[in-house]
């Protein structure tokens, strides 16, 4: 099958519906499936959403947290890191400290499941945040995504991203992006 299959179009269009209703984001955002990893998912994300003169805070509580570093390095993206201890969540009162001090920070980029540390960062509570301050929120939900509750109706996500393994239990190698 390819894309100029009818069937497998269809397929996809389904599947998207599905991943789109796992976070109630039928009424505001776009599946965009991907061939590759989540980590490739993570890349296509933020280079695509992430303007080349933008800047990214990102919470750094995390060996996940640091790949989003890594990546942002790579696409030539400014980035602000946050130190969390490893066994700390994310602050809430942090970020707001670190978009107040730097105006020119456009995005944030959120683990929101750092597995490496064990720690389940309060997206509850940053994404309404980094909204009222008017900035972008990008959500690595690999860890999270279809196990812990994310309802894009409620919180004024950017993106949500994950993929197919993990908490879905599919087979390896689609990405997606679920962008407003």
Same mark, same amino acid.
């Given at each position: ?15 998207? $519906? ?14 965009? &499936? ?16 992430? &303007? ?6 990102? &919470? ?16 030539? $993206? ?16 942090? /970020? ?6 730097? &105006? ?45 509750? /994310? ?9 949500? /991203? ?15 992006? /679920?962008?407003?």
């Amino acid at each position: 099958w390819g894309s100029w299959d009818g069937a497998f179009n269809t397929m996809t269009a389904s599947l998207c $519906r599905q991943l789109l209703g796992i976070v109630h984001g039928e009424a505001s955002h776009v599946c965009v &499936p991907l061939q590759g990893s989540g980590s490739f998912a993570v890349e296509a994300a933020l280079g695509t959403l992430v &303007p080349r003169q933008g800047k990214v805070l990102v &919470p750094n509580n995390g060996a996940y947290c640091a790949r989003i570093l890594r990546i942002l390095s790579y696409l030539g $993206r400014a980035a602000v890191e946050l130190p969390v201890a490893e066994h700390e969540p994310v602050s809430p009162v942090a /970020i707001e400290a670190a978009l107040a001090a730097d &105006p020119a920070i456009t995005h944030v980029a959120l683990v929101h499941c750092e597995t490496s540390a064990g720690i389940l960062n309060p997206l509850a509570e940053i994404a309404p945040l980094v909204a009222r301050l008017g900035r972008g929120l990008i959500v690595d939900a690999m860890s999270s995504f279809a196990a812990i509750d /994310i309802d894009l109706r409620n919180l004024p996500i950017t993106a949500v /991203i994950a993929a197919s393994g993990k908490c879905l239990e599919g087979v390896p190698g689609m990405g997606f992006v /679920i962008a407003r």
